[in-house]
Antibody
Framework: EAQLLESGGDLVQPGKSLRLSCAAS????????MSWVRQAPGKGLEWVST????????YYADSVKGRFTISRDNSKNTLFLQMNSLRAEDTAVYYC????????????????WGQGTLVTISS | NFILTQPHSVSESPGKTVTISCTRS????????VQWYQQRPGSVPTTVIY?????PSGIPDRFSGSIDSSSNSASLTISGLKTEDEADYYC??????????FGGGTKLTVL
């Protein structure tokens, strides 16, 4: 069974940077698109970014475009999210999630989610 | 891009049936698959419906999904409500630029 484990969440000041990681196991990581989805405290789910299995395609929500960068290391079965110029409104639990269908160019339906990592942006 | 609109909350009694709607603001609801996720308090989202109507293994057939082109909406119907169904439910779809869209979520209370 697929397992996803996020790490890297922390309390950081506005304007600073943070890098999140998501270690994957139990499936052929390189064949599945992956996404980051966040959830601010007491709020709903918000899509952040998607990367295709071979890392050839990336997609970003307007709210993070130009500040966040998604990447992956298929040799290490790990997904990343580099977050720069952080703002208070980026405060959230960040989940990584696997797409259901192999070889998709996008993330259309999540079947496995990690437990999430908390990012808090505050001075 | 488009918006998926869900009711903020619904409530129903145990044993009854409830339907949660998800209305797409532009473009056809049938144009891209809709998924539904259940998120119990303090837990990770789990899929209850994918590709409009399909149930993952382990999800009881009390959960069903449908789409209605006339109202441009998707619906999640839960029959035989149980207290364990009390949760937040989110619909999700995507556009032709592979941008993912979530609805705002619906809080289901089973009372």
């Amino acid at each position: 069974e697929a397992q996803l484990l996020e790490s890297g969440g922390d309390l950081v000041q506005p304007g600073k940077s943070l890098r999140l990681s998501c270690a994957a196991s139990g499936f052929t990581f390189s064949t599945f698109a992956m996404s980051w989805v966040r959830q601010a405290p007491g709020k709903g789910l918000e899509w952040v970014s998607t990367i295709s299995g071979n890392a050839g395609r990336t997609y970003y929500a307007d709210s993070v475009k130009g500040r966040f960068t998604i990447s992956r290391d298929n040799s290490k079965n790990t997904l990343f999210l580099q977050m720069n110029s952080l703002r208070a409104e980026d405060t959230a639990v960040y989940y990584c999630a696997k797409d259901r269908t192999p070889y998709s160019s996008g993330w259309y339906s999540g079947d496995y989610w990690g437990q999430g990592t908390l990012v808090t942006i505050s001075s | 891009n488009f918006i998926l609109t869900q009711p903020h909350s619904v409530s129903e009694s145990p044993g009854k049936t409830v339907t949660i709607s998800c209305t797409r603001s532009s473009g056809s609801i049938a144009g891209n698959y809709v998924q539904w996720y259940q998120q119990r308090p303090g837990s990770v989202p789990t899929t209850v419906i994918y590709e409009d109507t399909r149930r993952p293994s382990g999800i009881p057939d009390r959960f069903s999904g449908s789409i209605d082109s006339s109202s441009n909406s998707a619906s999640l119907t839960i029959s035989g409500l149980k207290t364990e169904d009390e949760a937040d439910y989110y619909c999700q779809s995507y556009d032709f630029s592979n941008h993912v869209v979530f609805g705002g979520g619906t809080k289901l209370t089973v009372l």
